[in-house]
């Protein structure tokens, strides 16, 4: 059993309530410095507050989405967004002043605190008194998404499923089946979406308002310095949304050429892209949750005992919750839990080879969490989302070789791997689309519905619309920014899925190459958490931040010339 680590400045029995922080933290603001060893002690202290309110937060979030349904366990979610947060946020801003004008900073140690230091000083920038209410809004207001999304389902002959576990259907051999419940699955998302649309205008309205609080003609550019993206620009993004385009599309559309004649079909639709061409059925790596969980377990034990220990601790003290039920939030994450030193697992399992994928990403981003569990400071676990999802989509990859604890059929084994490699490049067009939408929502912030569906598809169908034709199902192709919980949660949150799978592809391209030099790599990597700079945390596994044309061109090449070796 793991616990959480032992306190040395703020109670150990703390009741997160405003009446019991305020003291702290005014102890924290108060107290005096006298010298460069005391700041880094009030820096350990403050962190140790801040560690604790997270996990705190954690737990609320977990537990509200495992059970939408369950409104003692919003309100308590909410407490914390309207009457924790709002009050800590201006004590946050004035202990980020204490600490740029101590008379001690430049004595800190350079490499050490470069990183965090950077950071502190963009949220002084940022940060305005005024945005406080209208950030508690926007915390409240977006969880409504899942809310909305978790009470989804349909129904299937005599039996309800939650659109998770409908569309496994999807995979369903007979193509009149597979049309059915995709109209039924499709119908049921298009039911809520004028719903959507009004939550999404409202949430575009409050965020531009911060932006402009802070002083930005809009969301993108306050965004991109919100998100301390000090390491590439809005062009740069643009250039990664070519490359793809260009690199990558004419290479999807060859595979759905053979998958239009494997099926032996005049036109793909969007009910045959998830099929298996050549008629077989379905691949099933286990039959339930527990089963996903110990042969993931077995698996990461097989890379490396270390790895496989992590995710035993983690089943050892119930950090997982991995069923689709109704009721439910849906999609899957890894919640770092700050004091614990562990994280917990959530997703929604229909039993497929899709939820495998989905638990060995969480388990990279496990992994992570745990190899950056005893860094000094709070603030030095905070990966950018580069960096994290470089540990999640790497470990995709490295586990294939050991796959063979889901497939015991070789022919099936097989045919995960290619599955997995054409999921690879087909996550890189949605990539671009999602981030160049997102791009053109906020930089046009006054637009109308339907001004921004039309953007929606002049930026999709460039990238293949998903590589099927949608004649006649205009409705459904206009709707489906709405299936996509980034551009309602965590806005902006997407392009680093493009760049991180570049640099996952780098790493297993490593890993092939010399498999425990490229693991050791890549797990130094992510050891550093966020104390270097995107960068060079990519130079210590091994590879290149990169997203040139040149090199997606070139890693492209290699994930095909893999494919066609299996």
């Not at 005014?26 to 820096?43: A, D, F, G, M």
């Not at 349904?69 to 009050?87: C, D, G, V």
């Not at 077989?280 to 949750?289: E, I, M, Q, W």
């Amino acid at each position: 059993m793991i616990h959480k680590k032992t306190r040395t400045y703020i109670p150990e029995n703390l009741e997160i309530k405003w009446e019991t922080l305020e003291p702290i933290y005014k102890e924290l603001l108060e107290r005096p410095i006298n010298s460069v060893e005391e700041l880094e002690q009030w820096l350990k202290d403050g962190s140790e507050l801040q560690a604790a309110l997270e996990e705190d937060f954690a737990w609320r979030y977990i537990r509200m989405t495992c059970d939408t349904t369950n409104e003692e366990l919003l309100e308590s979610f909410q407490y914390f967004a309207t009457e924790i947060e709002p009050k800590t946020a201006p004590y946050n801003n004035e202990l980020n002043k204490k600490l740029i004008n101590s008379q001690f900073v430049d004595q800190l140690n350079d490499e050490k605190y470069f990183i965090m230091l950077r950071s502190t000083r963009k949220q002084l920038e940022l940060f305005r008194e005024e945005n406080i209410p209208l950030q508690t809004q926007i915390q409240v207001e977006q969880q409504k998404y899942q809310s909305i999304t978790g009470s989804m389902s349909v129904h299937i002959g005599d039996k309800e499923y939650t659109l998770e576990q409908a569309s496994v259907f999807l995979k369903d051999t007979d193509r009149a089946k597979r049309q059915e419940v995709w109209e039924k699955i499709t119908a049921r998302r298009l039911q809520d979406k004028e719903k959507l649309d009004e939550l999404f205008d409202h949430l575009r309205g409050l965020r531009h308002e911060v932006a402009v609080n802070a002083g930005f003609e809009n969301f993108r550019n306050y965004m991109f310095q919100a998100l301390g993206r000090f390491d590439y620009t809005p062009q740069d993004c643009y250039a990664f949304h070519s490359a793809i385009e260009t690199e990558v599309v004419p290479l999807l559309r060859e595979f759905a050429e053979q998958r239009r004649e494997a099926l032996g079909i005049e036109i793909l639709k969007p009910w045959d892209m998830d099929v298996d061409p050549y008629g077989r059925a379905a691949l099933k790596p286990f039959n339930n949750g527990g089963e996903l969980i110990e042969k993931s377990i077995q698996c990461f034990s097989n890379i490396n005992r270390y790895l496989g220990e992590r995710l035993e601790i983690m089943k050892e003290n119930n950090l997982f919750d991995v069923e689709s039920r109704k009721g439910k939030a849906p999609g899957g994450y890894n919640y770092p839990l700050s004091e614990t030193g562990a994280p917990f697992i959530f997703m929604n399992s229909a039993n497929t080879f899709r939820d495998l994928t989905t638990m060995v990403h969480e388990g990279g981003h496990a992994v992570h969490t745990f190899l950056t569990a005893d860094l000094e400071l709070n603030d030095f676990k905070h990966c950018p989302s580069e960096v994290a999802e470089l540990a999640s989509m790497s470990m995709e990859l490295i586990s294939m070789d050991n796959w063979n604890v889901y497939f015991e059929n070789e022919e099936d084994l097989k045919r995960a791997k290619r599955d997995q490699l054409y999921d690879v490049l087909k996550t890189l067009p949605w990539v671009a689309v999602v981030d160049q939408f997102q791009h053109w929502i906020y930089t046009n912030p006054d637009h109308t519905d339907a001004e921004r569906t039309e953007a929606w598809l002049k930026i999709y169908e460039p990238f293949g619309a998903g590589f099927a034709n949608w004649s006649g199902l205009k409705t459904a192709e206009e709707n489906l920014w709405q299936k996509q919980l980034h551009i309602f949660e965590v806005p902006f949150y997407y392009i680093e899925y493009g760049m991180a799978q570049l640099g996952a592809i780098a790493v297993w391209k490593n890993y092939k190459e010399n498999p425990e030099k490229g693991l050791q790599q890549y797990l130094d990597a992510l050891k550093l958490g966020y104390t270097k700079t995107i960068k060079e945390i990519y130079e210590t596994a091994g590879i290149k931040f990169d997203f040139s044309a040149g090199y997606v061109k070139e890693l492209a090449e290699f994930v095909k010339a893999e494919m066609d070796k299996i």
